[in-house]
């Protein structure tokens, strides 16, 4: 089944700063790889996600890139704020049929320091 | 927009009983659901697909007979925790996706459970 590993598990950047979370996954044939923010206690949210159609999509100051090839993808948050600090997940949709079902990696606490 | 509803969002009870933790999608039919359950500083794992109107499909290593998952409507799925222990306290979160192959992905907003 689709295994999903995420690095690194904790990211300290300073202020305005950009960061850079990676992730790989091991089912080729998965197509959907959406990344969550998540606080304390909360449900996920969405903040970004790339189909397996194109290579690079940007949000703003969030952007993801998808290498298909070596089955990996990033996320890349520039100008870092403090509100920026949580636990970002990666994860991918097993399959070509995106049903929904996803497979996450491990996360990583972000921390932004003022 | 689309939302899918948790209730209770926390719970507390005592070792050797059962919980009962619901999930709706509020306003679009959901023929699959997915619960996650998420222990302290670690990620969401998969516990199983909520199928309408079928079985559920649990994912490797968990307890079909513990986690009890039923999908009686569209719109409801529930997971019960049968003779619940310390161990099963955990964050449990369910998701439903609105149709087609680009519909959207919602999570509800998780169920804490205590067990003592």
């Known amino acids: 089944g689709e295994n999903v590993e995420q690095h690194p598990s904790t990211l300290s950047v300073q202020e305005g700063d950009s960061a850079v979370i990676k992730c790989t996954y091991s089912d080729s044939a998965s197509n959907y790889f959406p990344w969550y923010k998540q606080e304390l206690g909360k449900r996920p949210q969405l903040i970004i996600d790339?189909?397996?159609?194109?290579g690079e999509k940007k949000d703003q100051r969030i952007a993801v890139t998808l290498n298909k090839t070596a089955k990996h993808f990033s996320l890349h948050i520039t100008e870092t704020q403090p509100e920026d600090s949580a636990v970002y997940f990666c994860?991918?949709?097993?399959?070509?049929?995106?049903?929904?079902?996803?497979?996450f990696g491990q996360g990583t606490t972000l921390q932004v320091k003022p | 927009g689309a939302v899918v509803s948790q209730h209770p969002s926390w719970v507390i009870c005592k070792s050797g009983t059962s919980v009962k933790i619901e999930c709706r999608s509020l306003?679009?039919?959901?023929?699959?659901m997915f619960w996650y359950r998420q222990f302290p500083k670690q990620s969401l794992m998969l516990m199983a697909t909520?199928?309408?109107?079928?079985?559920?499909?649990?994912e490797q290593g968990v307890e079909k007979d513990k986690f009890l998952i039923n999908h009686a409507s569209l719109t409801l799925s529930t997971l019960t925790v049968t003779s619940a222990h310390p161990e099963d306290s955990s964050f449990y979160i369910c998701?439903?996706?609105?149709?087609?192959?680009?519909?959207?992905?919602?999570f509800g907003e998780g169920s804490r459970l205590t067990v003592l």
């Open positions: 994860a991918a949709s097993p399959g070509s049929s995106n049903t929904g079902k996803l497979i």
């Open positions: 998701s439903a996706k609105t149709g087609g192959w680009d519909g959207e992905l919602f």
């Open positions: 306003d679009f039919q959901a023929t699959t």
């Open positions: 909520s199928n309408e109107g079928s079985k559920a499909t649990y």
């Open positions: 790339i189909r397996s159609n194109v």
